[in-house]
């Protein structure tokens, strides 16, 4: 077994209690965290690098620990994938902040995320950059190898050589592709993918556990459930149904409506990230030592977290919910299954709670809201 010196625990924390993890003293494997109180003033700074700070996540996030006090640097390749001018904006806004700094550049060129992370040396480091979306996953399926293995291995590469006190990636729900039994479950075998989009991300969690194993190196991989909110892509169903309705315009409804969602507001994403960050995994010195329903690996310094608001909501009922915050009718078109979408998602998020003590809690009338007002207002509509 190859092991690492890592670094000293970083405590980081805000005006509210946060949770904190103890490497020292917490018996591996097991889910228990102490809680301490800590104000502005008593934040121990710890670096962070993001990538996917022009992106709709990486935006939010970085956002969130600027606002606790972390020094955050972004990575992101500002592919014209969708609107630019949108990712721009984004990176404008978080310039603000003297604690941010960016680069530009693609994950998979030679070197170029090493020398930006090696100068900038991060305790943390969040990979969320990745070429996303369900249906360009069928137009352009080399693109996801690409950005989402080849990316992600620079990445993982990066946070071996620096000894980061935590690695932790983005994965998705698609994961669990043809899973029929609900909610989904961490521990749950996700060998069924139906995307090339899903079977990149499971490939990256299966990468993530050979070097939490092979290098000692604590990893996080957090499992996301249909996220929305403002400042979101404009693929996204939540946009495209708000834009498309305001126009005028049809809107698209797969599997003539039998669909249904686990909506997840990214403010509450996001606090989840924040959140694990204070809770590294562990290796467990035996299997006995891993608590009921904790997907920590047996042989690494591993776990797989979901992150998802816990409800199965109907996709009817959420674009009812659109059309009464706009006050107008959609033009409806009921459509077939969309070609390797599934029926449903439903996020059991328990290990969330029980990790961090934080559970989602915006339902999706607000966050509709809160969209649509942003919305609104940036595109003057």
Known sequence: MVGVARKPDIAVGSD??????????????????????QTKTQITPCKVLITGTAGFIGFHLAKLLLSEGFRVHGFDGMTDYYDV???QRRHQMLLQNANFTMTEGMLEEADRFWTVAEEFAPDVIVHLAAQAGVGYSLKNPQAYIESNIVGTFKVMEAARKLEVRHLMMASTSSVYGANEEM??????????PLTMY???KKANEAMGHSYAHLWNLPTTMFRFFSVYGTWGRPDLALFKFVDAILDDRPIDIYNNGEMYRDFTYVDDLVRGIRLLIDVPPVRPDNRADIAKGDSLSPVAPYRIVNIGNSEKVPLLDFIDAIEDVLGKKAKRNYMGMQTGDVPATWANATLLQDLTGYKPEIDFHTGIERFVAWFREYYNK
């Open 16 to 37: 509210s209690n946060t949770l904190i993890s103890n490497q020292n003293t917490r018996k591996p494997g097991q889910i228990e965290m102490r809680r301490m109180t």
């Open 85 to 87: 001018k949108l990712k």
């Open 183 to 192: 909610p989904f479950d961490e521990c749950e075998k996700a060998d069924t």
């Open 198 to 200: 899903a079977a990149t």
